[in-house]
């Protein structure tokens, strides 16, 4: 099998040629730029979960994805042989031909707008669950959420919470010359 970095750049070219979302969520264009931006951190986050099911033993594991988006991280793990459930709000897991992008990839699906009510599975159902750069979008302290991201965690697996660093090199050097390190608020307020 191809190593799990390698899985990863497969899955995201692939989205990357073949967008999904053409009439919503902001097009297809936004989708492209959206993978091009995060893609690689998507692939490294592949990458290193990948290496710690082989650390853990872990055989074709069980996979939550809290904030599954476009779908790269579940899907390049699916095809890795793990069993996925991709989780999303209603506006990105309604869009018909990601539904049929996850039903391809043997992905389950499900959709959730409110999470800081708890989640809907029974605990220790999950040997992983991965929440990729969907934190800091909530807007509630997320303590609960975590405790229950722990409830549904098997005791022998693990959670794998990445949030963007706001302190990176490439960050410091654009407040250093005066250029904001995250978007306008007035594009977010403009965008549909």
């Known amino acids: 099998m191809q190593t799990w970095r ?32 995060l893609g690689g951190t998507h692939v490294d986050s592949v990458d290193r979960l990948g290496a710690k099911f082989e650390e853990l033993g872990l055989i074709n594991p069980r996979v939550l994805e809290m904030g599954a988006y476009y779908g790269v991280v579940s899907s390049a793990l699916a095809r890795g042989g793990a069993k996925v459930t991709a989780q999303d709000v209603g506006r990105m897991m309604n869009i018909p031909a990601l539904q049929a992008r996850y039903q391809i990839e043997g992905v389950e699906t499900q959709t959730i707008d409110d999470v800081s009510v708890g989640l809907p599975y029974a605990d220790a159902s999950f040997d992983a ?64």
């Not at 899955?11 to 264009?29: D, H």
């Not at 549904?152 to 050097?173: C, D, E, I, Y």
Request: positive net charge; proline residues 6%; glycine residues 4%.
């Open 129 to 192: 669950l991965i929440c990729c750069e969907m934190l800091e979008h909530l807007p509630f302290n997320t303590v609960r959420l975590i405790r229950e991201m722990r409830r549904v965690v098997k005791p022998t697996g693990f959670a794998f919470l990445t949030v963007p660093n706001q302190a990176s090199a490439k960050r410091r050097l654009q407040l250093m010359r005066g250029l904001p390190i995250r978007e306008c608020v007035s594009r977010w307020i403009a965008a549909p």
């Open 6 to 37: 390698r899985l990863a750049e497969s899955t995201l070219s692939e989205f990357i040629a073949n967008p999904v979302t053409q009439n919503e969520a902001g097009g297809a264009e936004a989708e492209v730029d959206y993978l091009k931006i």
